[in-house]
């Protein structure tokens, strides 16, 4: 029956990224590590190479950490000007970027590369508007595996869904066309609805403006306040507000096609450990792509903990590539108490409790709104809850917490999580759930 229902999730895998963007690359979320959240634009080969040094030190290959992404300002202060094809820094990249990635690779590790579909960067470098053939062909020449491309300097080209599908469908063709596997990872901010418009045309697109590392701080330079009709991304966006803004989208995500919640800030110090683990386990349900921001070299064993969970990796990672939906969401004093569920491969679940308010809360939780989706058998029905962030005897993330029928007190502390998985005791749900 196991091996029955891990080919039915096959088939529906290979479906769903036949109607994704047609490159066979990220058919689980992407993960890595950006130069941006920590360095800005102060980056150099040396940052770089020293990311992916610790990357092999730290041995965060073996969970699945593969992309070094270099983020914005790499760029010379101009193209060049016979040709037109872009040209690095020469100070901060004086043995070029080719030889970046060589050694990149050599360490096993793959390399990404930024610009943007504007005039500028939105550091105020060159972008590749109009010189998507020439930038697409010169990064898979340089042997680039990722690019992140923004929205700034757009010239207006946006304003529709279908006007900005052309401008990122033309970076989308023109990687295609270069024959080199590119992951395409879109950030236009969410502006005209990416995630109806860009499943075709890329591997994953960021949904609202830049994170700020902070919980819940207000900000209005993140003005929206929900990105379905949002008209101004902004940036300075809450991490709270970010889980708001992805909630009623997970519906568009699957393999190949990630929703982007944007870089991760755990261990970049503007929040506390607790606030850091709500963090990652949000972005790993939500299926976003786990690219660390932090500085890799320089990490607290507490930073290190917390992104190699490998328990919620492996959620984050499962082939079913099915972002968990906001089942429930009750107003408590200063934020809400939320409900979160997700199906994965053989009949398990992962079942979360986000309190995103500033106080410790105590709230129980019915397992016929956990499996609401699945119905009264599945509601009714034994389950074993394995707790994500409990160490079982052996050391290995995932304690279990014993069985769960009917429903489940929950003791949880403030901006804080409580992540299971969740696995049917009883045959018939087992059957149930597979019939679905
Ligand atoms: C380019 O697109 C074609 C048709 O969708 C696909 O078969 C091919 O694998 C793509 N190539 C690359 C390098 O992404
Ligand atoms: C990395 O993995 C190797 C081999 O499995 C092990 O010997 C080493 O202790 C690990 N290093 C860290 C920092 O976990
Ligand atoms: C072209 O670039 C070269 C080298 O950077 C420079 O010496 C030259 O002045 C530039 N020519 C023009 C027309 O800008
Ligand atoms: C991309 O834009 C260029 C102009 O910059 C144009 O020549 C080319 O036809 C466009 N390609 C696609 C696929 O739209
Ligand atoms: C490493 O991080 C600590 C804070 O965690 C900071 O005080 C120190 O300056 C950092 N060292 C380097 C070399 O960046
Ligand atoms: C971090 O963990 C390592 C290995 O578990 C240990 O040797 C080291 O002392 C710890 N560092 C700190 C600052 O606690
Ligand atoms: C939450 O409960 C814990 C443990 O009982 C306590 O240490 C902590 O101070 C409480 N926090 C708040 C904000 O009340």
């Not at 401008?167 to 066309?177: D, E, G, I, Y």
């Not at 870089?263 to 660390?292: A, C, Q, R």
């Not at 409990?390 to 009917?406: C, E, L, N, P, R």
Request: glycine residues 8%; proline residues 4%; charged residues 15%.
């Amino acid at each position: 029956m196991a091996m029955l229902t891990w080919s039915i999730a096959l088939i529906v895998t290979s479906a769903a990224v036949a109607r994704a963007y047609n490159n066979g690359l990220a058919l689980t979320p992407q993960m890595g590590w950006n130069t941006w959240n920590h360095f800005g634009c102060d980056i150099s080969e040396d940052t770089i190479v020293s990311a992916a040094q610790a990357f092999v030190s730290y041995n965060l290959t073996q969970y699945g950490y593969e992309y070094i992404i270099m983020d914005d300002c790499w760029q010379a202060p101009a193209r060049d000007n016979s040709t037109g094809a872009p040209v690095a820094d020469p100070q901060k990249f004086p043995n070029g970027i080719k030889d970046l990635a060589d050694k990149i690779h050599d360490m096993g590790l793959k390399f990404g590369i930024y610009s943007s579909a504007g005039l500028y960067t939105c550091g105020g470098r060159f972008g590749s508007l109009d010189f998507e053939v020439i930038d697409a062909q010169t990064y898979a020449s340089w042997g680039v595996d990722y690019l992140k491309y923004d929205n700034c300097y757009n010239e207006g080209r946006a304003g529709t869904p279908q006007i900005s599908f052309e401008r990122f469908n033309n970076m989308s063709q023109a990687l295609n066309a270069t024959g080199r596997p590119i992951l395409y990872s879109m950030c236009n901010w969410g502006e005209d609805g990416p995630w109806n418009f860009a499943v075709t045309i890329a591997n994953s697109w960021r949904i609202s403006g830049d994170i700020m590392d902070s919980f819940d701080r207000f900000d209005d330079r993140c003005p929206c306040t929900s990105v379905l009709d949002c008209k101004l991304p902004g940036f300075h966006c809450a991490m709270a507000r970010i889980i708001d803004f992805a909630a009623p989208i997970g519906q568009k995500a699957g393999p190949g096609k990630w929703n982007d919640l944007d870089m991760l800030e755990v261990g970049n110090g503007g929040m506390t450990f607790d606030e850091y683990v709500t963090h990652f386990s949000m972005w790993s349900i939500l299926k976003s792509p786990l690219i660390l921001g932090n500085d890799v070299t320089n990490m607290t064993n507490e930073t290190l903990s917390i992104i190699t969970n490998e328990a919620l990796i492996a959620v984050n990672q499962d082939p079913n590539g099915s972002p968990a939906s906001r089942q429930t969401n009750t107003a408590v004093d200063g934020g809400s108490i939320s409900l979160w569920q997700g199906s994965l491969v053989n009949d398990a679940f992962v079942v979360a409790v986000l309190n995103t308010s500033p106080n410790n809360q105590t709230t129980t939780i019915q397992m016929s709104d956990v499996f609401f989706d699945q119905g009264s058998v599945a509601g009714s029905e034994p389950w074993e809850f394995f707790d994500l962030w409990q160490k079982d005897d052996a050391g290995t993330w995932g304690k279990s917490i014993g069985t769960v029928q009917g429903s489940l007190e929950v003791d949880i502390g403030p901006h804080s999580v409580k992540v299971w998985r969740a696995i049917p005791q009883s045959s018939a749900t087992k059957r149930f759930v597979e019939e679905l």
